[in-house]
């Protein structure tokens, strides 16, 4: 039987060492090591031999095995590392063709879209784009634009302050609102002067319809016998490019600091007809009033002029009006979005709808 042991031995590392694959070497380990290999076999009978017989014969037989084993697994380790190099020469990927199958370019953020949106139609009305400083003064932010000093707005609680950003009404604090242009602009600019100043603003916010950061479009229009009705035509003339030319506008009493008269905006709902959508249903967006509010506004209060004075606007001479709209609101309203956090969320389902 030792005998035998020695020509399975022998037999099977002539035809290991000829293996030229993987699969080949995998069908050799069954052939000579498997359940049904001749090799496991004996050791299987080891223990029906003679007792004087059995030592010499299980020793020769599992040192056979031993050897057998250890020879597939070098092997083994050998095909695995030439067919990873062969692989990885067969498989060669160049990063820098384009994806398959191809991506769409990519589009404007729904925000960024009504931004332009807004921007084309009152430069179409004649108005410039300025920007402003997002971290303001307190002169700017709050005392320029008639801000009283018990004024909610200038809590803690309701605006972000810069620590170490100075004191009284030069601390600073990250701007609330895009006014603060109307003052820096004056103060560059005589008059005549039209121009809307976009941007973003930060307040203690965050819910459904408020966070924390969001992007406000300011307008202001100055020059001599501007009326409360140039106001409603610059603001009809807006509101039907924006939500269709058969809307109409209302404007309600309220109350800005740096405007006397104020007055709230509303256009008339453009997804139903007075508050009723087909089926005689109550109108879901407007809430079956058949108006949308979109922005604030008013005429310039002779006390912001006041501040800006020596740069050539006279409160008895000149008049104006100013206005400031969400682009969040607008773009809400126009594509029925639920929730201002989608905005920012970054989640694709939400933004490739308005590609």
Known sequence: MIERVAEIQKQAEAEISTAATSVALEQLRVKYLGRKAELPQLLRDVAELPAEQRGAVGRSANEARQTLEALIEAAA??????????????????????????????????????????????????????????????????????????????????????????????????????????????????PPIALIVPGRVF???????????????????????????????????????????????RLRP??????????????SCFVCEQGTVAGGNRCSLCKGTGWLEVLGSGMVDPSVFAAVSEHGYDPESHQGFAFGLGIERIAMLKHGVPDLRFFYENDLRFLRQFG
């Open 203 to 249: 307040r203690r916010d965050s819910d459904a319809t408020h966070t924390p950061q969001f992007h406000q479009i300011e307008g202001l229009l100055v020059d001599e016998g501007v009326t409360l009705a140039d106001l409603k035509g610059t603001l009809l003339a807006f509101a039907r490019a924006i939500f269709g030319a058969d809307r109409e506008l």
């Open 77 to 190: 380790a050998r095909f695995e590392a030439e067919e990873l190099t062969a692989a990885l020469a067969d498989d060669n990927v160049d990063v820098t063709l384009p994806g398959s199958p191809v991506e769409a370019h990519g589009h404007h953020h729904l925000l960024s879209a009504t931004r332009r949106e807004i921007e084309d139609v009152f430069c179409g009305l004649g108005y410039s784009v300025v920007e402003g400083p997002e971290v303001e003064t307190v002169h700017y932010n709050f005392d320029a634009l008639n801000h009283g000093p018990a004024h909610p707005a200038r809590a803690r609680s309701d605006s972000f302050y810069i620590e170490g950003g100075g004191d009284g009404s030069e601390q600073t604090l990250l701007r609330t609102h895009t006014s603060p242009m109307q003052i820096r602009i004056m103060e560059q600019t005589p």
């Open 254 to 267: 309220h109350f800005f600091p740096f405007t006397e008269p104020s007055v709230e905006v509303d256009v």
